[in-house]
């Protein structure tokens, strides 16, 4: 059941206090959502072998239990385009304070989106839509709702975007999927319902969504205080 | 990997105990004002004593372990000691012996309490409301407070200690408003007051130990008298939210929601983007969209939703027809509607032939029929009737402004009355601005007696237009 295998990756992160990037991507995608195919390597030898049929260009990410935002101390490249570059940049991350293994994935393409969760203490679980990317605090253009979310709650939440044209297509920029956004939040919504009592938030930033996919390409997930309250 | 994902059902409601029976409470035939003092003469108890005395048709006992007399009247020395059974109990005894005082009236068998008095969670004592909640959850005996002003119920009971000459009370009407604070309990009676905006019944919850805004939801939904159901809110309880936004979207009448804390945000440092934008402000106004309630940003919005909802209870969209004497206020109520989000779609040629073929001859050559409608200073009733009909029959538009300057001269104070049956009877809500002048009130009451809310500002008329487009799911 999904539920045993949340409580079986949740619990083995619950010092931590947040689930690694491999962990959370293989949780989510055994929920019905999409990940970007990935390895993650740790002796920069395996490179050439274990990358070898997911072709180019390829994204790399540090893998650390004490780096929660990857990109704030340079633990993200993308646009690696040969065995040579990458081997390079392992030898740049494996210099990296925390440094413990290497996340190489297929580049991922399209509008970036952020799906979030959070357990609210007044409403339970909420799930946010919104535009995604680093500059997500900044524009702050999102849609908020109480889990679970069905299909006329995802028409709602991307109404309520500011930039809701953009995922219809704007002046030569293509639509997004709409079947498939909806399917990835209700199935995401699902995944936090069932994951209620035992996280604190999620980001899935950004999540890439093309007129053919939605793509989870970054996922962080949060857990409470190991003493803290875990709002149900 | 799974790829199906079904869309969920609706939440289920978790199992609650069966409501609350808050008639006696309520509507009261016998109180008792516990704790009268003999020594202060304006002692809290003794002004609500007093004004229940001489103003409300109750039997009204006073109630002091000391007994005695007051203002003329017997004190009883306890509850025990009334003859006949007491509907409401007003306990306004110190904190440490509310306790006491709650078993004694549980034993008496009276129906339901409000205590008015303090020194409990607001001063860090929450194990004393506690003891008190337990006690009468065992023996299901509804309370409200304490540290509140209790209930108001116009013509029929008023349990707060203010004295009569100094409280603006609103009428009898459909608006129920449930507040955690009893000064803003008091301060929006005086609003709604002074707008005509009638009460069924005001509560000031105070600490709400036992009876919260979730129990007076459930009893308002089934209360006949109430027509729109108000709450001004801080916060809720863990998960006690999410409950009451279910209730609200179950419960067929128009809820509105005024919140305070909307700034104060998590006092945890938060590691997520979403953590960090949905914090509980946020989530809540979400959720009050999410669930049909409509929410106040102001005190503006809530008299104005109040008072639109409490007329018209369906939900509409917002395309609105505007009809005015005057270019400038038809243009400054185009401004806040778009502000609003709500559309003036704009007559074509013909349909403006339509109109200008039944305007009186000294109006036809010079009115302006776009959208705004602008008759001018020379309009008519029948003018002011012409334009209404042809905006009400309308399949383009979902509600009319109407604002009216009664100082134009050929306008008489019957139009209110007129203009509200052409609207009726097309079922189109007419939402109308009058300057509230007291040269005016007939005119003002012509609409209001028709059932048109009439709002003082353009803006508030137009806010009474957006809280019909609100009431539903969004």
């Known amino acids: 059941m999904l539920k045993t295998e949340i409580k079986t990756v949740l619990d083995k992160a619950r010092t931590r206090g947040w689930v690694s990037e491999p962990d959370a991507k293989r949780l989510l995608s055994s929920s019905g959502l999409e990940v970007p195919r990935f390895v993650t390597v740790t002796d920069p030898d395996q490179i050439e072998s274990i990358v070898a049929d997911l072709g180019f260009p390829l994204a790399a990410k540090i893998v650390s239990s004490r780096i929660v935002h990857k990109s704030d101390v340079g633990g993200v490249r993308t646009g690696i385009n040969s065995i040579r570059e990458l081997t390079a940049v392992f030898e740049t991350f494996s210099l990296l304070d925390g440094f413990e293994a290497m996340l190489i994935e297929q580049m991922v393409s399209g509008l970036e989106l952020i799906i979030g969760a959070k357990m609210d203490d007044q409403f339970g679980p909420v799930v946010l839509l919104g535009m995604g990317g680093t500059g997500v605090e900044i524009y702050q253009d999102v849609s908020l709702r109480l889990a679970p979310v069905g299909i006329t709650d995802v028409d709602a939440m991307i109404k309520g975007l500011k930039a809701a044209p953009l995922l219809s297509g704007y002046r030569g920029h293509r639509a997004v999927n709409r079947d498939e956004l909806t399917r990835t939040l209700v199935c995401f919504s699902k995944f936090v319902m069932a994951a209620a009592g035992m996280i604190e938030s999620i980001d899935l930033n950004p999540v890439m969504c093309s007129e053919q996919k939605c793509i989870v390409a970054d996922a962080r997930i949060m857990l409470p205080p190991v003493d803290g309250p875990t709002a149900a | ?474």
Not at chain 2, 1 to 22: G, H, I, L, V, Y
Not at chain 2, 263 to 286: C, K, L, P, W
Not at chain 2, 433 to 446: A, D
Request: hydrophobic share 40%.
């Open chain 2, 1 to 474: 990997m799974q790829n199906t994902c079904e869309p969920p059902k609706s939440p289920s409601m978790e199992s609650r105990p069966a409501a609350w029976d808050f008639k006696r409470l309520f509507q009261p035939k016998t109180v008792a004002v516990i704790g009268v003092s003999l020594k202060r003469e304006r002692h809290p108890a003794n002004v609500i004593f007093n004004k229940i005395h001489l103003r409300y048709p109750v039997e009204v006992f006073a109630v002091n372990p000391g007994g005695g007399d007051l203002f003329g009247q017997t004190v009883y020395t306890s509850i025990q000691e009334i003859s006949q059974p007491v509907d409401l109990a007003i306990i306004a005894v110190r904190a440490e012996y509310t306790l006491d005082t709650l078993k004694d009236c549980i034993d008496a068998g009276v129906g339901g309490a409000t205590i008015i008095s303090g020194g409990f969670a607001e001063i860090g004592r929450p194990d004393l409301q506690e003891q008190l909640a337990d006690l009468a959850r065992q023996h299901r005996f509804p309370f409200i407070g304490p540290n509140c002003l209790g209930i108001y119920v116009p013509g029929n009971i008023d349990t707060f200690f203010i004295p009569s000459e100094r409280m603006v009370r609103p009428e009898s009407g459909k608006v129920a408003l449930v507040s955690q604070s009893g000064g803003v309990l008091v301060d929006q009676m005086t609003k709604f007051a002074e707008l005509g905006i009638g009460f069924s019944l005001g509560v000031s919850i105070g600490n709400k130990a036992l009876v919260r805004e979730l129990d007076l939801l459930e009893y308002l939904a089934a209360d006949p008298d109430t027509g729109v159901i108000a709450f001004y809110i801080e916060g809720f309880a863990h998960g006690e939210g999410r409950k009451f936004v279910q209730a609200a979207r179950r419960c067929p009448k128009p809820v509105i929601v005024f919140k305070s804390g909307k700034t104060s945000e998590g006092m945890r440092a938060v590691s997520s983007h979403t953590a960090s934008i949905a914090g509980d402000y946020a989530v809540f106004s979400a959720a009050m969209a999410q669930y049909g309630i409509v929410e106040a940003i102001n005190e503006l919005e809530l008299v104005s939703f109040c008072e639109a909802l409490s007329c018209y209870g369906e939900p509409i969209d917002g395309r609105v027809g505007i009809i005015s004497p005057s270019g400038g206020h038809g243009a400054l109520a185009v401004d806040l509607c778009s502000r609003h989000g709500l559309s003036i779609p704009a007559f074509n040629q013909e349909q403006q032939n339509r109109i200008r073929a039944d305007l009186s001859s000294s109006v036809q050559p010079i009115a302006a029929l776009t959208n705004p409608i602008d008759l001018t200073g020379s309009a008519t009733d029948v003018d002011f009737m012409t334009a209404a009909e042809y905006l009400a029959r309308s399949q383009e538009l979902d509600a009319i402004i109407l604002l009216l300057l009664p100082y134009t001269p050929e306008v008489t104070s019957d139009l209110g009355a007129r203009l509200g049956r052409v609207c009726r009877r097309h079922n189109k809500p007419l939402i109308a601005y009058v300057p509230h002048v007291e040269r005016y009130r007939m005119l003002i009451e012509g609409f209001e007696f028709n059932g048109v809310p009439v709002s003082p500002s353009i803006k508030g008329a137009v806010l009474m237009v957006k809280a019909l487009t609100r009431n539903k799911p969004c």
